[in-house]
T-cell receptor, first 114, second 115 residues
């Protein structure tokens, strides 16, 4: 079974530029999560989707961050414009209600903003 | 709000030593508890979990017991190997009204095992 796929794995951009990350969850997983992981810290939830509906986006900085999950499968997280403080690893995870709350994580996208 | 606190690292051990990584939590209700491991250059992997008080999760020689009275979920292994070198995260599920709520993570503990 394929795991959670994320791309790109690494991204370097200059501040004020836009950037987008893509995630394809495990087939059949209806719940998708985007987490932010700062260096030396644990991941923190940005947004959670149940199918195509964003059910928890309370931690998403909506002035510059946006996300979508069209058709309830893969998802895109966008930052526009990026700031120096956005340098971090962006993790995508997915889960299925049939497996309780076990979340499966992708390898992450490491963003560096110069 | 709900939170997780882990012992600070890094933890440096010799091969075959006994490992304990402390984890305590603050939560309302009865969350599930997890240990995730992140090997260098890889994504987070679930190591073990426990869903109710007194449950013991175990995997790959690691184990942790859900202690409601002390709000703890300490990770232990009797004999570590060099290949266990990684960052370990304790986490709890914040279900809210859904069974697929977010995970709240501790800050992570780096384990380095020397031959």
């Amino acid at each position: 079974e394929a795991g959670v796929v994320q791309s790109p794995r690494y991204k370097i951009i200059e501040k004020k530029q836009p950037v987008a990350f893509w995630c394809n969850p495990i087939s059949g997983h209806n719940t998708l999560y985007w987490y932010l992981q700062n260096l030396g810290q644990g991941p923190e939830l940005l947004i959670r989707y149940e199918n195509e509906e964003a059910v928890d986006d309370s931690q998403l900085p909506k002035d510059r961050f946006s996300a979508e999950r069209l058709k309830g499968v893969d998802s895109t997280l966008k930052i526009q414009p990026a700031e120096l403080g956005d340098s971090a690893v962006y993790l995508c995870a997915s889960s299925s209600q049939g497996q309780g709350n076990e979340q499966f994580f992708g390898p992450g996208t490491r963003l560096t903003v110069l | 709000g709900n939170s997780v606190t882990q012992m600070e690292g890094p933890v440096t051990l010799s091969e075959e030593a006994f490992l304990t990584i402390n984890c305590t939590y603050t939560a309302t209700g009865y969350p599930s508890l997890f240990w995730y491991v992140q090997y260098p250059g890889e994504g987070l992997q679930l190591l073990l979990k426990a869903t109710k008080a007194d449950d013991k999760g175990s995997n790959k020689g690691f184990e942790a017991t859900y202690r409601k009275e002390t709000t703890s979920f300490h990770l232990e292994k009797g004999s570590v190997q060099v290949s266990d070198s990684a960052v370990y995260f304790c986490a709890l599920s914040d279900r809210g009204s859904s069974n697929t709520g977010k995970l709240i993570f501790g800050q992570g503990t780096t384990l380095q095992v020397k031959p």
